[in-house]
């Protein structure tokens, strides 16, 4: 059986981790909110600028995170960064 069968929406990873906003996260490793499902991609990188490398994800609930930078979207109500677009990227995609 697979992922559409059980109805779970398959992950166009990299599009999900670029509308993702950075949070801080516990730890040394970097992170980034996945709004719609409440989770957080954790990921490190081997120097300042080089490329995300997906450590796990994990539920975003138990997990303090330093979100505070975040907005409510009033449309979708999930959280995301204020980057001075339109619309935040979780209703941006229709
Ligand atoms: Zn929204």
Same mark, same amino acid.
């Given at each position: 059986? $697979? $992922? %559409?069968?059980?109805?779970?929406?398959?992950?166009?990873?990299?599009?999900?981790?670029?509308?993702?906003?950075?949070?801080?996260?516990?730890?040394?490793?970097?992170?980034?909110? /996945?709004?719609?499902?409440?989770?957080?991609?954790?990921?490190?990188? @081997?120097? =300042?600028?080089?490329?995300?490398? +997906?450590?796990?994800? +994990?539920?975003?609930? !138990?997990?303090? =995170?330093?979100? @505070? /930078? =975040?907005?409510?979207? !009033? @449309?979708? %109500?999930?959280?995301?960064?204020?980057?001075?677009? %339109?619309? $935040?990227?979780?209703?941006? %995609? @229709?």
């Amino acid at each position: 059986m $697979c $992922c %559409e069968q059980r109805g779970w929406a398959p992950w166009d990873l990299p599009d999900e981790f670029d509308r993702s906003p950075p949070i801080g996260i516990p730890g040394p490793d970097y992170g980034r909110l /996945h709004a719609p499902t409440d989770s957080v991609i954790v990921f490190k990188r @081997d120097w =300042l600028s080089g490329p995300p490398v +997906l450590v796990t994800v +994990l539920y975003a609930d !138990p997990i303090p =995170l330093n979100d @505070d /930078h =975040l907005k409510i979207c !009033p @449309d979708c %109500e999930l959280r995301y960064e204020d980057n001075g677009d %339109e619309r $935040c990227p979780w209703c941006a %995609e @229709d």
